[in-house]
């Protein structure tokens, strides 16, 4: 087991070399000179050849990668070029939100896409596998965007004035906040990787409010999520959901769950324990390709719900050219993506003992 | 299980093994129901994209004078005042005939579709099959490159490419196509080393003919139905990415009728003119359901997989 996971981890070393060298490529082919784009048009030779040795751009291009490499390391990811403050900090502030929506949204669609598909496959061709079935192929083909909106309609709009009114925007009701934890635990203002840490953590405000015991705010922010997280959740349950039940059916299908009805165990055994266990590999695999689905559509959605997350910062940054921010931004969630892809590949050796073995 | 059933599928066995193998592909994607459905909302999509010009009222940037911005649909037939001139989809907020725009829209979606998966298809058959039948370092880097473009979220990886090639339709469509390259590039590789050693491809190679020769009249032929399905289903997303790009302003720059667009300038006037958000949704909507359904009908017609004569009888 302990080889696999180590010679796993081995092969992850050049794909997570060519995500940074590809994110450092991005930001250099750019055309025009990053002097005029920082410092505008009207800029000296001298201040340029100035901005030039300070940013270090008279460099070897490799002698740049590495350096760039090394702050990595450091959590360094730069200095924003529109508001001067570095990254690191922009990335600590917005991404929690979008790591809310994205869990938010993999909760959903995958307790309802996994129930969905286990009632479709065991009634086969009854009304609910039919609708299930047209809803999943609807729901794969529906714009994330587009589907946040008709969601902010129906339930900000028509449902007002009901109790399943729910907040078309914002991450919190107007008067609620909540202070950094930091504040709360009176600690001492922390730097480095703890104090990123718990900046993160604090931002993240679903996890703030529910460890510092906050559950009015906790409740204000689940509330708010709904709306985003069934948008985003919406593509990956239906696919979810169609995996689900194609894996079912296979399962179903076989010698062994013939017998174990054949022994007299009751159906809801037979399903859960035995047919399900066997089918969820292909399922977990869906679930962990999805994440790169589910956090484009929180990029997506954000814009939309106007929540404080990457997708509104990414987009403005790239409105004014601010290209350290989307380095940044980009080489930070394809890492959490190629991340997750991992724990996915440890699943498999949990739930497989054969892919240990190999 | 009765007699009769028995000679029945004894009788559609040997008719499978009558019929060429294409001529069974053919059979169960006509028979195949959401390959059906796709079809017939495929087949309307391009008849509305050839008839643009005739079926649209007014021109897809026509400012329209006389009209309200943001004017709710008028319809006559539905009691709408005759006095009024009729706009079945109602204004939007330029005061442009919301039908006709969407009627537009239909192409560009469809070409949008079609290109960036067309250019997509070359590149990557090209490294792909480059990467195959060379082997060793070639292979190496080719398929690498093409793991660290897998490596991320595709749609934000088409974001940061816009990023740096700067906003607009083309570069929006360059990007799109270019992280769906590394797709292509594994079916064709994959193909190539299934059929290079085979017995058939060394006879060519002995008869003189070239690599070029050999890919085109030995390996692609083996790779053309797994590229057929993946093309269809990419089209799919590739209308919804595009969508998207333009709906965040990455994309087509306005007056375009492209429907993201549109959805993305009138997305504010949803509680006042939810109309003007709601109809071009359904169009994407529409057509990616259409690429969709008819990329799950090719998959399953095409995979051979499919014929399992004991997964045949285990169904019944």
Known sequence: ?358 | MTASTNTLRAESLTSIVSRTPLENALRRFVRHRSAQVGFVILGFMILIAIFAPVLAPYSPIEVLKDVKPRANPCIHAFGCDVNQSEHIFGIDGNRRDMLSRVIYGSRLSLEIGIATVSFAIIVGTLLGAVGGYAGGWTDNIIMRVMDVLLAFPSLLLSIAIVAVLGPGLINALLAISFVSIPVYARIVRASVLQVKEQDFVSASRALGSSPLGILISHVLPNAITPIIVQATLGIASAILDAAALSFLGLGAAPPTPEWGLMLGEERNSLFNAPHLVFIPGIAIMLTVLAFNLLGDGLRDALDPRQVNVSKEYRKG
């Open chain 1, 1 to 358: 087991m302990s080889q696999f996971l180590i010679r796993r981890f081995l092969l992850l070393l050049p794909v997570l070399f060519g995500i940074t060298f590809v994110t450092f490529a991005l930001a250099r082919i750019l055309p025009g000179d990053p002097c005029f784009a920082v410092l505008g048009e009207k800029v000296s030779p001298e201040q340029c050849a100035a901005f030039r040795e300070r940013q270090g751009l008279n460099d070897p291009i490799m002698v740049q990668f590495v350096r760039y490499l090394g702050d990595l390391t450091h959590g360094d990811l730069g200095v924003s070029l529109k508001d001067q403050r570095p990254v690191t900090d922009i990335v600590l502030q917005r991404l929690p939100m979008t790591i809310e929506i994205t869990i938010g949204a993999m909760f959903f669609s995958t307790f309802f896409g996994v129930l969905l598909g286990i009632i479709s496959a065991v009634r086969r061709n009854s009304a609910i596998d039919v609708g299930t079935m047209i809803g999943a192929n609807v729901g794969v083909s529906m714009p994330v965007f587009w589907l946040g909106l008709m969601l902010a309609y129906v339930f900000a709009l028509k449902l007002k004035g009901t109790p399943f009114w729910i907040p078309p925007s914002g991450r919190l009701s107007s008067g609620i906040s909540i202070p950094p934890l930091t504040e709360f635990y009176h600690m001492e203002k922390l730097s480095g990787l703890w104090g990123a840490v718990v900046t993160f953590a604090s931002n993240m405000v679903t996890f703030n409010a529910l460890i510092t015991g906050n559950f009015d705010v906790f409740r204000d922010a689940l509330w708010h999520l709904i709306l985003p997280c069934i948008a985003v959740g919406t593509i990956p349950l239906s696919i979810i959901a169609r995996m689900t039940r194609s894996s079912m059916l296979e399962v179903l299908s076989l010698d062994y769950i013939r017998t174990a009805r054949a022994k007299g165990l009751i159906e809801r055994v037979v399903v859960l324990k035995h047919a399900l266990r066997n089918a969820l590999l292909p399922i977990v695999t869906v679930v962990g390709l999805s994440v790169g689905g589910l956090m484009s559509g929180a990029v997506l959605t954000e814009t939309v719900f106007a929540l404080p997350g990457v997708g509104t910062q990414l987009i403005s940054a790239i409105l004014s050219r601010d290209y350290a921010v989307v380095q940044a931004f980009t080489v930070v969630i394809a890492l959490i993506f190629v991340f997750v892809n991992l724990i996915v590949d440890f699943s498999y050796a949990f739930l497989d003992p054969r892919v240990r073995l190999q």
